[in-house]
């Protein structure tokens, strides 16, 4: 059975999303989701330091997701256009849930997961060392980034990253990336 995206994005959300989006990932669609995600904090009674967390690693999911999602599949893509993205931002207790997803090609599945391994397995301090390392020797890739994305969500989230990819067909899957901030 394949993967119904629309359905996986209704489980995420539940009943009780603090925020949610799910469409075309666009420079100008980015500047929407961050102009109403800052509204919605700004307006709750939330810690401005959780705010600040909250909103800096969500800055990020989205650059990751216009920098490194892969197209959508192709029979998918005239219904989820190409670019599809979906950021969902839960409150749990006193901390909050972000939770992104995106197509990727079935080939950087091992890769992403090894990364997102490794950087659990890494302390602040490693984090913090290999971030400084990356951003002082590390050039930037074809796509402009120099891989600062991951670490520096998985540094300011205090916790370690929860992924998972969901099979689509043989060239792509779905990957999920849960932060608990």
Known sequence: MSLDVNQLFIEICGTDA??????EISSER????????EKKLVNSPIDVKIRKKVYNIMV????????HS???????ASILGKSYGM???KKQGDNF???VGNFITNEKVELLSGKIDKL???????????YKFILNYQK????GGGGLGLIDIARKSDNKLEYQFYPYNQSYSFYRLDILV
């Not at 980015?30 to 995600?37: A, F, G, H, S």
């Not at 990020?60 to 920098?67: I, S, T």
């Not at 892969?70 to 998918?76: Q, Y």
């Not at 930037?140 to 796509?143: I, P, T």
């Open 18 to 23: 603090f925020f949610a989006f799910e469409g």
């Open 87 to 89: 950021i969902v931002v």
């Open 30 to 37: 980015i500047n929407i989701i961050l102009e109403e995600m």
């Open 120 to 130: 659990n397995s890494m302390s602040t301090t490693e984090l913090k060392e290999m």
């Open 97 to 99: 849930r972000l939770v």
């Open 70 to 76: 892969d197209e959508v599949p192709a029979d998918l």
């Open 140 to 143: 930037l890739s074809s796509k």
């Open 60 to 67: 990020e999911c989205l650059q990751n997701l216009y920098h």
